[in-house]
Each structure stands twice: as C-alpha cells, then as structure tokens.
Antibody
Framework: QVTLKESGPGILQPSQTLSLTCSFS??????????VGWIRQSSGKGLEWLAN???????YYNPSLKNRLTISKDTSNNQAFLKITNMDTADTATYYC???????????WGQGVMVTVSS | DIQMTQSPASLSASLGETVTIECRAS??????LAWYQQKPGKSPQLLIY???SLHTGVPSRFSGSGSGTQYSLKINSLQSEDVASYFC?????????FGAGTKLELK
C-alpha cells in the first residue's frame, strides 16, 4: 500500500525558510524510474508544480520560483524534502508531495500540509 | 512554459448525463497528459495518464482522449460522487503545468 505524508511548520514569518518533509511507504525512491514531486495549491486556486526528484538524484525545479527551491531525498529512510527560501505571504498554500512512476502523472498524493506565511 | 487552457471553468450536469472537459496545450505535448479529480478538502486523485490510460481502480465511466494539443476527459453516466473539480496536467516538458480546473456540479 502506497502512502505519503507531508510535515512542516504550519506557520512561518516572511523571509523565513520553509522546510517540508515527505515521508512515504509502499515504494522506494531507489527503484528505477521512480520520482517524487512537490505541488502546491493556494486556497481555492489551482495547482502549481514545484519540483521533482528522481531515483537517480536528478532534480527539476519550477523556474518561476527562481533559485528559492531545493529538493533532496533520504532513500534509506523513505523521505523526500523541499526547502523554500525567502518565504512570502504569496507562498501561503497547501503543499503536497506525490509519487510519479516513470513520470506519467502523479499517481499517489499525500494529504497535504497547510503552510501560512504571516507576520 | 507550456500553457494549459482548460474549459469550461464550471459545469452543471444531471445524474446520468455525459460530460466532457477539454484541455488545450500551447504546443504539442505528445500525449504527456494526466487528468485529476479533487473533492473539497481532499488531495487530487489521478484518473487518467498518458492521455487515455485509466489509472488503477478508476471507474470505467471515465475516459480520456486526444492528441497533439487537444485533449478531453469524458464522464459517462454522471454519478453523484463525481461532483468535484477536475484538472489536467502536462508532463511532457518541464516545468509541469496544470489547467486552471473545472468545477463540476449537479443540476
């Protein structure tokens, strides 16, 4: 059974760095062709892809967030991570991690973690 | 970036009706397209990948079609549990991009 679960601080102040953890089970990020991605959704808005990390440690980022994103993984502990620097109120959203085998869509998603940026 | 234009933004249909949602890509995405269903307060759920492949466990009343820049999601015999928002996503090229969504309601 594939499950993913995001964890994070919930609330942070502008200019701080957001650190998110995706803990998963039922698959391995060392499996050929496996990928985990991060996607966010502002309240009542659409979905925005942020970053992907692949089994071979290839990483891809959404250039709209410029150089603020860092994705990484801990294969031994079945976790993936996302850091976003210089957080702004516009980054307030629900953040999801999701699995993507062979890059053909995200087939399993976490429940999401709500992150609020406020002074 | 590849722009995904999804239509309609909202849709009202009756139980048992067939509904179609469209997505147009700004360039050829070679069937690199997924459709998701999202219910209020829940995570998106994959329905279709590779434009026309049904994800495991998804009812057969859902189907995807299209090629090039034009894609569609069809729901046959609409059920009450299909009330949700639907999103398309292209994964042919980075950055991945999503359509703005279609909110499906019962008439």
């Amino acid at each position: 059974q594939v499950t993913l679960k995001e964890s994070g601080p919930g609330i942070l102040q502008p200019s701080q760095t957001l650190s998110l953890t995706c803990s998963f089970s039922g698959f391995s990020l060392s499996t050929y062709g496996m990928c985990v991605g991060w996607i966010r959704q502002s309240s009542g808005k659409g979905l925005e892809w942020l970053a992907n990390i692949w089994w071979n440690d290839d990483k891809y980022y959404n250039p709209s967030l410029k150089n603020r994103l860092t994705i990484s993984k801990d294969t031994s502990n079945n976790q993936a991570f996302l850091k976003i620097t210089n957080m702004d109120t516009a980054d307030t959203a629900t953040y999801y991690c999701a699995r993507s085998p062979r890059g053909a869509g995200f087939d399993y998603w976490g429940q999401g973690v709500m992150v609020t940026v406020s002074s | 970036d590849i722009q995904m234009t999804q239509s309609p933004a909202s849709l009202s249909a009756s139980l048992g009706e067939t509904v179609t949602i469209e997505c147009r890509a700004s360039e050829d995405i070679y069937n690199g397209l997924a459709w998701y269903q999202q219910k209020p307060g829940k995570s998106p759920q994959l329905l279709i990948y590779n434009a026309n492949s049904l994800h495991t466990g998804v009812p057969s009343r859902f189907s995807g079609s299209g090629s090039g820049t034009q894609y569609s999601l069809k729901i046959n015999s609409l059920q009450s549990e299909d009330v949700a928002s639907y999103f398309c996503q292209q994964y042919y090229d980075y950055p991945y991009t999503f359509g703005a969504g279609t909110k499906l309601e019962l008439k």
